[in-house]
């Protein structure tokens, strides 16, 4: 079973600093890996997909890396309209599931 | 434009039967898997299954297997989830999301592009 884990749970960041958030999964998922961003009252918003590369429409700002097990959100100069919930997602070929990660937090310091 | 528009929020008893749908606009409704994920309150987002609306191919996750029931029409790009009876655990946000695919050598990658807004269901006595 493929268990995803992201770090931390919560981060508190002022306005126009950085924030670097980590997802792992428990095994190799090469490059298929999404990340999400959702406020609250809203549906999750598609930020980054094969691990890299930005969704239409999301600023520069949001840059995911990673392969294998290990992958990083990166969001530089936080925006107030930055302050959401993040969730990676990962699909397993076979048998052919997605799973999310329990999300982490970003919030203002 | 693309578009998933999600029927509204449902109260309901446990026991009853429940069915919600998502319609999808501005793009071929037949050829996209269409995906259910829940989101129950104050937590984070499950997984529940995928259907290709062209076939009515269907994929569920192990959690949510023989639980509930997804459905499609593609005549009217409708895509449905159903409850045969409902519990209070099953309260929640409900959304629908297109499965995007694209490749990145050397595999297909796959996430959600798009989005419904959600369907609340309240189930409770």
């Known amino acids: 079973e493929m268990v995803m884990t992201q770090s931390p749970a919560t981060l508190s960041v002022s306005p126009g600093e950085s924030a670097t958030l980590s997802c792992r999964a428990s095994?190799?998922?090469?490059?298929?890996l999404a990340w999400y961003q959702q406020k609250p009252g809203q549906a999750p918003r598609l930020l980054i997909y094969?691990?890299?590369t930005r969704a239409t429409g999301v600023p520069a700002r949001f840059s995911g890396s990673g392969s294998g097990t290990e992958f990083t959100l990166t969001i530089s100069s936080l925006q107030s309209e930055d302050f959401a919930v993040y969730y990676c997602?990962?699909?397993?070929?076979?048998?052919?599931?997605?799973?999310f990660g329990p999300g982490t937090k970003v919030d203002i310091k | 434009e693309v578009q998933l528009e999600q029927s509204g929020a449902e109260v309901k008893k446990p026991g009853e039967s429940l069915k919600i749908s998502c319609k999808g606009s501005?793009?071929?409704?037949?050829?996209?898997?269409i995906g259910w994920v829940r989101q129950m309150p104050g937590k984070g987002l499950e997984w529940m299954g995928l259907?290709?609306?062209?076939?009515?191919?269907?994929t569920y996750s192990p959690s949510f297997q023989g639980q509930v029931t997804i459905s499609a029409d593609k005549s009217i790009n409708t895509a449905y989830l159903q409850w045969g009876s409902l519990k209070a655990s099953d309260t929640a946000i409900y959304y629908c999301?297109?499965?995007?695919?694209?490749?990145?050598?050397?595999?297909?990658?796959?996430?959600?592009?798009?989005w419904g807004q959600g369907t609340l269901v309240n189930v409770s006595s």
């Open positions: 999301a297109r499965r995007g695919a694209v490749v990145i050598e050397p595999d297909f990658v796959y996430y959600f592009d798009y």
């Open positions: 501005g793009y071929d409704f037949a050829t996209s898997w």
């Open positions: 259907i290709y609306p062209g076939d009515s191919d269907t």
């Open positions: 095994h190799g998922v090469s490059s298929n």
């Open positions: 094969g691990a890299s």
């Open positions: 997602q990962q699909f397993n070929k076979w048998p052919p599931i997605f799973t």
